[in-house]
């Protein structure tokens, strides 16, 4: 009983074997011949690529929840800001860089920076937003608060666009004024290869003094550049 | 729409601006037609009809409030052009001024706010 016992086990294991080499052989035969079997294999491909378009698009979900979440992030600051003065910094040079050279950046893109520090010093009441946009790349190289460069660069497309309309890519320098709702006005000063962008609270700056007093005075800083 | 009014809004403009007017338009908006003006440029109003929808749309996107009554744009050979809003109506009148010949509180102070007056009565007629 015993032997019986213990050599019956043995026996289904070889016999196990037998079965699997059998199979194995069988679908050995069958990997080039059979077509269900091509079939199965073309199915386990199908579904391995709909299974990594998943992944994608589950990806993909993800980065366009995170993009809003931050546009909603971008635009309440804004909209909170139109009634309130931005805060004030020591430098309010907070430049998008993403180099390694930011150092070589900032001194390059600095004297327009300090052209517009120095025409608005004297009227920061008044003023909601400032910033400088290169209108050929639209990358903004200097704006007042870090919720700006969003809104910079939407106003950037309109600039290139109304540039392109117009055809008028002059060195002449240019500029736009929007009467907006909430007592707000848009004055966007146009140069060859900048813009300034200031948002002008109407109750504490007249059109005036933009039109009279700050469009010289940014046309004359920038034009002593040229001539240094 | 009284259009006999609005004939006279133009030369209302045109008086106060004293030969500084180089043209104006007034049209519907979307449309890009004219349906008055002066020295009168099809492809122009067509042009700032799309300059006011790019400059709507980029305003929106940028989260600023939209445009109240007017804009204003310096262009090339001392001439400007003004660009009245009437959004309720669904009329735009565009203006282009000679701005050696006036300064622009004449023109944003008496001519605009004297134009859009004319403008509503005729539109309300």
């Not at chain 1, 391995?48 to 698009?57: A, G, R, S, W």
Request: charge should be positive; aromatic fraction near 8%; proline fraction near 3%.
């Amino acid at each position: 009983m015993w032997n019986f016992f213990k050599k019956e086990p043995k026996k289904q294991v070889k016999k196990k074997s037998l079965k699997k080499e059998r199979h194995k052989s069988i679908s050995k035969k069958n990997k080039t011949s059979n077509p269900l079997d091509v079939l199965d294999r073309t199915l386990d491909k199908k579904l391995k690529e709909i299974h990594e378009q998943k992944i994608i698009l589950d990806k993909q979900k993800d980065i366009k929840k995170s993009a809003t979440s931050i546009k909603t992030h971008i635009d309440k600051p804004a909209a909170i800001n139109f009634k309130q003065k931005p805060p004030k910094t020591s430098n309010e040079k907070s430049i998008i860089v993403t180099s390694d050279k930011k150092e070589t950046v900032q001194t390059y893109h600095s004297p327009f920076i300090k052209v517009l520090s120095n025409s608005i010093q004297d009227i920061e009441d008044g003023i909601l937003l400032a910033g400088i946009t290169e209108i050929q790349t639209n990358k903004v190289i200097f704006q007042k608060t870090s919720t700006q460069a969003y809104t910079l660069s939407v106003l950037g497309n309109f600039i290139n666009q109304y540039l392109n309309l117009i055809d008028d890519h002059s060195s002449k320098e240019k500029f736009l004024l929007i009467h907006l709702e909430k007592d707000m006005f848009l004055y966007i000063q146009i140069f060859k290869r900048y813009y300034y962008t200031i948002l002008i609270d109407q109750n504490n700056l007249s059109i005036g003094h933009v039109l009279n007093i700050l469009k010289p005075e940014l046309i004359k800083n920038y034009n002593n550049l040229k001539l240094k | 729409m009284n259009v006999k009014k609005l004939k006279e809004a133009v030369n209302v403009l045109n008086e106060n601006l004293d030969g500084a007017l180089l043209a104006t338009d007034i049209w519907g908006t979307g449309t890009g037609t004219a349906i008055a003006g002066y020295n009168q440029n099809p492809q122009a109003t067509a042009l700032f009809d799309k300059v006011t929808d790019y400059m709507r749309k980029a305003l929106k996107g940028a989260g600023f409030p939209d445009i109240k009554d007017y804009y204003l744009l310096e262009m090339e050979n001392n001439a400007m052009a003004v660009v009245l809003q009437f959004k309720e109506e669904g009329f735009q009148w565009g203006m282009l001024v000679d701005s050696n010949k006036v300064n622009l509180g004449m023109l944003l102070n008496i001519a605009v706010p004297a134009a859009r007056k004319a403008f509503l009565e005729a539109y309300n007629d």
